[in-house]
């Protein structure tokens, strides 16, 4: 008995998605807050002004430092990890990534113009650089996780009308095509046939009657 089924039926399972742990939400959440907390305490060590021990100084550029480099290895290993599930990566990292890098940036613009630190140094230029670079970066993630995401939502709804057919049910379907076929070359109907070999003649035929010979008949 030949048996056939549809793509996207009940009968056939999904792609498996693995559930996201709540380590994995815990980690996602942090990470952006991580990279906010690191890029509003970076900029308390720009300028050369010394208000404070040089020790200050630098422990301000490793606390801030620690904490940007956790966010983005926490963000990064979030991504290799949990690559499949493409919604919990733009929902719960990357559009939160974005939004944080965006604050950062704004904060570390707004302190150079405020404290006029121009000419900027090596600090502020790589700040400035770090927190508009991982912004696109975050943006970019998530409009290319988003664009798969569709394609392929689009991929399974154009192959859900395909049927998957067995050997008896393909060949039963030829004999119904030549079927088909042969019953299409089916004979004129009686109306097209009148129409295609009508002969119009007149209504009375002539009266004219050849001459006869001398026994009687007619030529």
Excluded at 32 to 39: D, N, R, S, Y
Excluded at 71 to 94: G, K, N, P, T, V
Excluded at 205 to 219: K, M, N, V
Aim: charged share 15%; net charge neutral.
């Amino acid at each position: 008995m030949s048996q056939y089924h549809e793509l996207g039926s009940p009968g056939q399972q999904p792609v498996s998605q693995r559930t996201v742990r709540g380590s994995g939400r815990f980690l996602a959440s942090i990470s952006p807050h991580l990279a906010l907390i690191g890029f509003l305490v970076i900029p308390l060590a720009f300028g050369d002004e010394e208000k404070s021990a040089p020790v200050s100084k630098t422990a301000t550029v490793v606390a801030a430092s620690v904490l940007i480099g956790v966010a983005y290895s926490l963000s990064l290993f979030l991504a290799l990890f949990h690559f499949d599930e493409r919604m919990f990566l733009i929902h719960s990292l990357l559009v939160p990534g974005l939004i944080s890098n965006t604050l950062a940036l704004f904060n570390v613009v707004l302190n150079i113009l405020c404290r006029n630190l121009m000419p900027m140094r090596l600090l502020e230029i790589l700040s400035l650089s770090f927190s508009a670079a991982f912004a696109f970066l975050y943006a970019l993630g998530a409009l290319w996780l988003y664009a798969r995401d569709v394609n392929e939502a689009i991929g399974a709804e154009s192959n859900r009308g395909t049927i998957l057919l067995t050997d008896e049910e393909m060949q039963r379907q030829q004999l119904q095509r030549l079927l088909d076929q042969n019953s299409s070359r089916r004979s004129l109907t009686p109306r097209v046939a009148q129409k295609t070999f009508r002969v119009n003649h007149p209504d009375r035929l002539s009266s004219f009657q050849p001459p006869r010979h001398e026994e009687g008949y007619y030529s």
